[in-house]
């Protein structure tokens, strides 16, 4: 198979089980009274499952990703790993998909360039996000966001509202950001 149906293929299962830890993060966040990052895992599963999707549409064929084992600890713990895991997408995974794409033609992988591109673009917001729920966390207080926002076209993650102008990732316009209900 193509390389870049390869890179697709991890890219879905990366997205598929992240959504899956991230939901299992927020009912830990929740139990333990954090529920503005509870919130936050939450939002970023949405955006998650808007890479999952672009991804899945970019490869054009149906493919069952493995389900990876899920290490839930505390809270703090679960940012740090999801912190991780976003640091590893933006900095590694993404940026060598997307290199190895640079060499392909064609109107289906110019869409999976598109979707690797948004991913690790929204990969690194995330990460920055991450790391001020950890801070907060760290000192034993809530995230202090309570309302979150997620481009429904890439996947971008907004805190407090969507952007004024266009989406900073896909240049879409604000009105396909939808509020995630926590």
Known sequence: MEEWKESLKVAITGEFNAIRKYQAFSEQAAAEGFHNTSGLFKAIAE???????????????????????INIG???????????????????MYPSFIKAMRRIRGESQAVAKLSMKWAKETEEHHSEILSEALQAVSSGKDYEVTKFWVCKVCGNLEI??????VCPVCKHDPKFYMEVKT
């Open 160 to 165: 407090g509202g969507p952007p004024d102008d």
């Open 47 to 69: 955006g998650e499952k808007i890479h999952l999707e672009n991804h899945r549409r970019a490869l054009g064929m149906d493919f069952d990703p493995e389900l990876n084992q």
């Open 74 to 92: 505390t809270t703090e713990n679960n940012l740090r790993q999801a912190l991780d895991g976003e640091r590893e997408e933006f900095k590694e």
